[in-house]
């Protein structure tokens, strides 16, 4: 009905159309789009989950956020925010009292996320915002295959992953970035630190094979026996 946009012409007759263009003159335009465009994406998921909120519901929520910001009301964007939250709320209460799958925790937890992609892609943010954005859509699609990896984890590997967390993300960080000795040539902090892992893998080995005792090679055992 509308016809195709002549965009050659558009380019010979002197408009410039590029995409830096439109980013210039029309940044909240560009930011309304790009929030919907990011809502669609989560929503589709959600869409072909068979789930209550949807395409639609999602393309709304982050355009919904985008417009509160571009508006520059701190008060709307909390009103909002609230509405989202509220929305959220009722969606899991309901999964919770009905035992019905599709009003799970899941779906609440993903509306709120999509007003906080809208959010920053109203300030502004929009590689963070894709990236939260494709995040998200990647776990929701791959809720089996994780909650079956989850699954088959054991108690040791867990705490493993614990130690090994709190190794490197806490301490870690807090160990001194200069040399401790005259030379200049190593940390001993650093060093300690990332060994604690293989001593704690080493002991463990070293005690499960002592509680099962030494091993006897075959060739030992036909020996002895004869």
């Known amino acids: 009905m509308f016809g195709t946009v002549p965009w050659g012409e558009l380019a010979l007759a002197g408009v410039d159309v590029s995409p830096d263009y439109v980013l ?8 309304l ?8 994406l989560l929503g589709t998921e959600r869409e072909w989950s068979q789930k209550p909120a ?16 571009v508006a520059e009301e701190p008060a709307l964007l909390l009103l909002g925010g609230a509405l989202v939250v509220i929305q959220g709320s009722v969606f ?6 009905t035992g019905d799958e599709s009003y799970l925790l899941t779906t609440s937890v993903s509306m709120i996320l999509a007003y906080g992609v809208g ?3 109203g300030k502004g943010y929009f590689l963070e915002g894709v990236i939260i954005a494709v995040i998200t859509t990647f776990l929701l699609v791959l809720r089996r295959e994780l909650h079956g990896f989850a699954r088959k984890l054991s108690k040791d590997e867990i705490r493993s992953a614990i130690e090994f967390a709190i190794l490197a993300f806490v301490i870690y960080p807090l160990l001194p970035n200069q040399p401790l000795d ?3 040539r ?5 060093c300690g630190c990332w060994s604690s892992p293989s001593a704690a893998s080493g002991s463990r080995t070293t005690s ?7 091993a006897v090679s075959p060739s030992r055992a036909s020996s002895a026996a004869w």
């Open 92 to 97: 899991a209460f309901r999964g919770l009292i």
């Open 24 to 31: 210039e003159h029309y940044p909240n335009v560009t930011r």
């Open 119 to 121: 959010v920053l892609v």
């Open 54 to 69: 949807g395409t639609r519901t999602f393309t709304i929520i982050t355009t919904l956020a985008a417009v509160m910001v």
């Open 208 to 214: 499960s094979s002592s509680a099962t005792g030494p």
């Open 33 to 40: 789009v790009f929030a919907a465009a990011l809502g669609m």
């Open 182 to 184: 005259p030379w200049g």
């Open 186 to 190: 190593s940390t001993p902090g650093r």
